[in-house]
């Protein structure tokens, strides 16, 4: 299987808080300036090198973009109530410990939350392979021994930032049926899979893991660095089990977080 161990440039300067220099707003664009200055914060707060430096003043950052506090302020307050930014009294403005929440949902809709927080995903295919299925797979898939499987391994990213590692499995029948290429595998995997299929059931499992060398080059972390793995596998109304995989999540950047209903007569 060929994997792009490097897929963003290691030589590359760190990223530098922005400076004194003006940033132009389009002053002709039907979009508000504090929309324009929401969307430029937003590339400064995904390069910015170090959580615990304070984010530029309202002041300065008026300065910066050639507007009012006031407007300022309405770019600030928006990305405080997204999560991205916290005000603390008499410090400053900071960024929040986790720049990135993926809420999981029946709907399953990550990249449209990205889009929608203005931070959209790009995705790198490391690898879309056809190979012999291991022992684990075809009992968990259902799969006679001489049956094969795909596997779509990629990386998620954003602003340049390396968000999570997307790991998938189902059989190569499934995956020709539901038509994976490599265009396909870039997009939404389970909305694919469901033009094929009817998906009942997702069932995730989540743990804490130390970044190995792979990981740690693939995510740009230190080895040993705390990740988030969610394993995964989807199944039909009888159960049968279609797709498994893992994602791999940065945690210094992202959480998940999840929200289920609870009946008035629920179990505690």
């Known amino acids: 299987m060929s994997r792009a161990l490097d897929p963003f440039p290691t030589d590359a300067p760190p990223a530098q808080p922005p400076g004194g220099t003006t940033t132009p707003l389009d002053r002709g664009s039907p979009l508000p300036l504090f929309l324009q200055i929401r969307q430029h914060l937003l590339n400064d707060i995904y390069a910015w090198p170090d959580k615990a430096l304070q984010f530029p003043t309202d002041e300065r950052l008026a300065g910066r973009f050639g ?46 939350q990205y889009s929608a927080a203005g931070a959209p995903q790009t995705v790198t295919l490391l690898g879309l392979t056809t190979r012999r299925a291991g022992e684990a797979e075809r009992a968990l898939l259902g799969l006679g021994p001489q049956q094969r ?54 069932h995730w499992s989540l743990r ?8 740690a080059a693939l995510l740009i972390v230190d080895p040993g660095t705390p990740l988030l793995e969610r394993a995964m596998r989807y199944s039909d109304s009888g159960g049968a089990v279609l797709m498994t995989g893992r994602t791999v999540h940065r945690s210094d950047i992202v959480r998940c977080e999840v929200e289920l209903p609870i009946s008035a007569d629920a179990d505690p």
Request: glycine share 8%; no cysteine; hydrophobic share 45%.
């Open 208 to 215: 804490a893991l130390a970044a190995g060398p792979e990981l």
């Open 149 to 202: 499987v795909t596997e779509i391994r990629r990386l998620r990213s954003s602003f340049g930032r390396p968000l999570a590692l997307d790991e998938r499995v189902l059989s190569q029948e499934l995956a020709e049926r539901a038509g994976f290429d490599e265009a396909a595998a870039r997009g939404s995997i389970v909305g694919r899979l469901r033009r094929a299929v009817t998906l009942e059931r997702a």
């Open 67 to 112: 507007v009012s506090k006031m407007t300022v302020r309405q770019a600030i307050d928006d990305l405080v109530k997204a999560g991205l930014l916290s005000r603390r009294r008499g410090r400053g403005t900071f960024l929040t410990d986790h720049a990135f929440v993926e809420r999981l949902s029946p709907a399953l809709d990550i990249d449209q």
